[in-house]
Structure formats: structure tokens, C-alpha cells
């Protein structure tokens, strides 16, 4: 009996493990949003309904919107986990362009939806937001201001929200107490002078601190010197941060035949938190001057004070050109990411593919990496090898009341178009 039962055992703990080795299963990628004109750098989330929202820049006429210009923010959303998606709709009717998406909903209580972007010139960033599953939206200006700003990144906990983005060498934080009703703006790196910065992405925790990461370039060098990489801390509501050093990287290739501009393909940082608190940072970096860039990641348990060593997660040879981190985090542990990455150009014909893995203890191992991106016919920039160019310079993932992953990214022939955006889903 005891030898019956010890063989049970052993055969249970046999099939759990195959199991969790299997490789993860995604669905093919489906075209969403229009499928007329160009779509550009999509933004995804998710609530705890089963509802999936992906904001996005359509640049093209839009069907019944005589006064909306190029581009303008459309928002496509699904009802029932990604399997079918409504007709996209504008957010918000606008005399300028719109550009630079962001989208959440607030983790606690998985509902709220949040949105942002740049509009007038980009002199502006608009928030919006619904408390009722995207049926209606309320608007504010979060930040009005007089110069040109760049790659708002938005987060939020219950009442606090947080949109942050950058003028030049500036980094800003707009910060709002009262669920976005109204903000209060603070520089963040104004005890230096760097050079040209760029927002990667932003986070609040549990404990209601707020996170932020970019990416500043030398002065001297521009977009052919090196590049810091930080992560700063704010307790005290956005009042005052305090940054660290994450990594520095060599400056990154240019898109060659692309015409795309200088440190397309540099360096980038993306933030989340798990429920527990735990920081997870997700970056590409390289380690020569012009030279190809990798995917790295580590985790900070103490609020961002210390970083784990970071890890190289892509099975790509060396010398493989890698862009464009996106991470997401749900409970304790669980923490996916995803990456574009060029393993596949031949000598003449470059061929992108957007990569996905997922850990269950907080990175400390990863499951099998896995393909998302696959071959769509019809389409001159799909080919059995991957997609000619990123369109768009970052993309997203959510994670849905089943647990599932939904990755959103872009497409295109080259930098100029066309392009348009895919989803996939799986675990």
C-alpha cells in the first residue's frame, strides 16, 4: 500500500511539473482598431470583469468626425477578454493631433479606468476618466504648458494619480491626491543638468509610493554618447523624489535604410509592482558604442534601495539587435515581460519579432520563452520571419480576470508606414 501510494506521489509531482514547463500558449495575432490608415504605438490594459481597453494614435481620416486631425487618440475595447473587439471610437474631438498613449485601471479596485495623452502641439496632457467600464469619460488637463513635453507614463493607486513626462533634459511629475480632479507638477531631477531625457514608464505601490524610470542621454555625446538609466522614488505624494542609477548603456545603432530618428532604438525602461510591493525593471541596454542592445531585468524588495544583479532573459545569440521592454505584474510573484527583437534579419532583409516570458517567483526563474508575433498574410511587411519594422516605440501587456496576458504591439514596413497594431493572449 505504502509503495502504491509513494508511486501516486511521484507520478502527481511528475505531471505538475511537465506542466509547468510546457511552453505558454498564445493565440495567433489579430489586427485591431481600424484598418485603414496607419495605427501607431498602442497601449493596453485590463479590469477584473473581463474587459480589455487599447488606446492608440490613428493617423487617417476617421470615419464620422469631420473636426478630429492627425493623428487622433481612438480607444477599441473588448467585453469579453479580447475574443471580440467593438468599433474603435474617439476619446476626445480635438482641432490638434494627439499622441503619446497611455491606459490603466486602477489596481485597487479594478475598475476605474484611466487615460492619457499629449495634445495641443503637445503642450498639453490630457487625463481621462471612467468609472464605468469606458461607457462615458470625464476630462481634465492634467498639465498645461508652454513648450513642447514628450512620453507622458501614467499610474495609479485609489485616489492618487500620477502622470509624468518630459521637456528636453526635464523630467516632470503631474500629481494628483483626488482621483485626477486636480494636479500639482514638481520637477524631478532638478538638482541636475543631464542631457536629452526621455520617460520610460511609472508605477505606485501598495504602500501608496510612487515610482518613475527614464532614460538620460550625455550632453556631449547626444544620441551617439551613453545613457543613464534611472528609477526615482517618491513617499510623500509626488512632493519630492529621489533617483537612482540602474544602469548605463552605450549609445544604440541607428535604423539604417528606416530614416527613423536618433535613439529610436536606444535604450528604454519599463516599471511595474507586483501586489506584494516587489519592483520589477525591465530594460535594453548595450555595452558598445552603436552596437546591439539586450533585454535585462531585475527586482528591488526594499522599495527600490538595492537592485538585484540584472539578467540577460532572451535566448538570442549575441550581437542580436533587441528594442522596446514592456513588463506587467499581477499578484505575489507574477511577473511577465515581452520585447522586440531582430534575431532573424538576413544581410538584407531585416525581420523583427516580438518575444514573451513569465515568471511565478518574481524572476528568480523563467518559464520557456515564446514567439508571439507570427505570419499574417496580405500584409508586404509580414513575412515567415517576423515584421520589417517596430511601428511605434513602445507597446504594452495587461493581465485579465483569468489570469491571462494580453499583448498589444505595433507593426510597419518602416518608420514613415504603413503600419498597424496586433493583439494576442495567452498564459
Not at 491606459?103 to 479606468?113: E, F, H, N, S, W
Not at 505575489?332 to 527583437?341: C, L, Q, S
Request: include cysteine; hydrophobic fraction near 35%.
Amino acid at each position: 500500500m505504502r509503495s502504491a501510494c509513494s508511486k501516486l506521489v511521484v507520478l502527481l509531482f511528475a505531471l505538475a511539473s511537465l506542466a509547468w514547463a510546457s511552453s505558454p500558449q498564445f493565440s495567433g495575432q489579430k489586427r485591431v482598431g481600424l484598418t485603414s490608415g496607419d495605427q501607431w504605438e498602442p497601449a493596453v490594459a485590463a479590469d477584473g470583469s473581463g474587459r480589455i481597453y487599447v488606446l492608440y494614435p490613428h493617423y487617417g481620416r476617421v470615419p464620422d468626425c469631420k473636426g478630429c486631425r492627425v493623428p487622433t487618440m481612438l480607444l477599441v475595447a473588448s467585453n469579453d477578454n479580447g475574443k471580440t473587439w467593438q468599433t474603435p471610437h474617439v476619446m476626445l474631438e480635438s482641432g490638434s493631433g494627439q499622441f503619446d498613449p497611455q491606459i490603466t485601471v486602477d489596481p485597487a479596485d479594478r475598475r476605474t479606468v484611466y487615460a492619457a495623452w499629449l495634445q495641443n502641439s503637445k503642450r498639453v496632457v490630457m487625463l481621462a476618466k471612467s468609472v464605468d467600464s469606458g461607457a462615458t469619460w470625464a476630462f481634465t488637463i492634467a498639465v498645461r504648458g508652454d513648450v513642447e513635453l514628450d512620453k507622458p507614463a501614467l499610474a495609479v493607486r485609489g485616489q492618487s494619480v500620477y502622470v509624468a513626462f518630459n521637456h528636453e533634459e526635464e523630467v516632470w511629475v503631474a500629481a494628483s491626491q483626488d482621483g485626477g480632479r486636480s494636479f500639482t507638477s514638481t520637477r524631478v531631477n532638478a538638482e541636475s543638468r543631464p542631457g536629452w531625457s526621455l520617460l520610460g514608464a511609472a508605477t505606485v505601490d501598495p504602500a501608496g509610493n510612487a515610482y518613475l524610470t527614464w532614460a538620460s542621454y550625455s550632453k556631449a555625446g547626444g544620441a551617439r554618447g551613453s545613457v543613464n538609466l534611472y528609477v526615482a522614488k517618491s513617499v510623500d505624494a509626488g512632493k519630492a523624489w529621489s533617483a537612482t542609477l540602474l544602469d548605463v548603456s552605450a549609445a544604440a545603432p541607428g535604423c539604417k535604410s528606416e530614416e527613423c530618428g536618433e535613439a529610436y532604438l536606444g535604450a528604454q525602461v519599463a516599471l511595474t509592482s507586483d501586489a506584494d510591493g516587489t519592483l520589477y525593471a525591465l530594460w535594453s541596454a548595450g555595452s558598445a558604442s552603436m552596437g546591439p542592445q539586450r533585454i535585462y531585468f531585475s527586482s528591488s524588495t526594499n522599495g527600490g534601495e538595492n537592485w538585484l544583479p540584472r539578467v540577460s532573459v532572451s535566448y538570442a545569440e549575441p550581437g542580436v539587435e533587441h528594442a522596446f521592454p514592456a513588463i506587467v505584474a499581477g499578484n505575489t510573484g507574477d511577473v511577465r515581460i515581452a520585447w522586440m527583437d531582430a534575431r532573424n534579419t538576413s544581410r538584407n532583409s531585416p525581420h523583427w519579432n516580438t518575444y514573451y516570458r513569465s515568471s511565478s517567483n518574481g524572476g528568480a526563474t523563467w518559464g520557456e520563452e515564446i514567439r508571439i508575433s507570427g505570419y499574417v498574410p496580405g500584409y508586404r511587411y509580414i513575412g515567415k520571419e517576423g515584421f520589417r519594422f517596430p511601428f511605434g516605440d513602445y507597446f504594452g501587456l495587461a493581465i485579465d480576470n483569468h489570469g491571462d496576458t494580453h499583448v498589444v504591439w505595433g507593426e510597419g514596413l518602416n518608420y514613415q508606414s504603413p503600419g498597424s497594431i496586433w493583439h494576442a493572449s495567452g498564459r
